[in-house]
């Protein structure tokens, strides 16, 4: 649960995708954390079940952004 005053960070595609290639040539969770500055390595866990169930799609954000939607 969130905690009041958390900060989420987000990552582009290409840094997710960047990151399942590096842990599938056999890079560790931690490794691969601190070369591309992911603060949170269970992300790259998530991201691995996604890809492996969806392939690249499985690493696009499908959540709707309300603030976007506001602004137009």
Do not use: C
């Amino acid at each position: 649960m969130a905690k009041k005053g958390q900060v989420f960070s987000s990552y582009s595609f290409d840094t997710k995708k960047k990151a399942v290639d590096m842990r599938l040539q056999g890079m560790t969770k931690k490794e691969v954390a601190t070369e591309l500055g992911i603060a949170d390595i269970g992300r790259l866990k998530v991201w691995m079940r996604k890809y492996r169930e969806h392939g690249d799609s499985g690493l696009v954000d499908q959540r709707k952004r309300v603030q976007a939607a506001k602004e137009l």
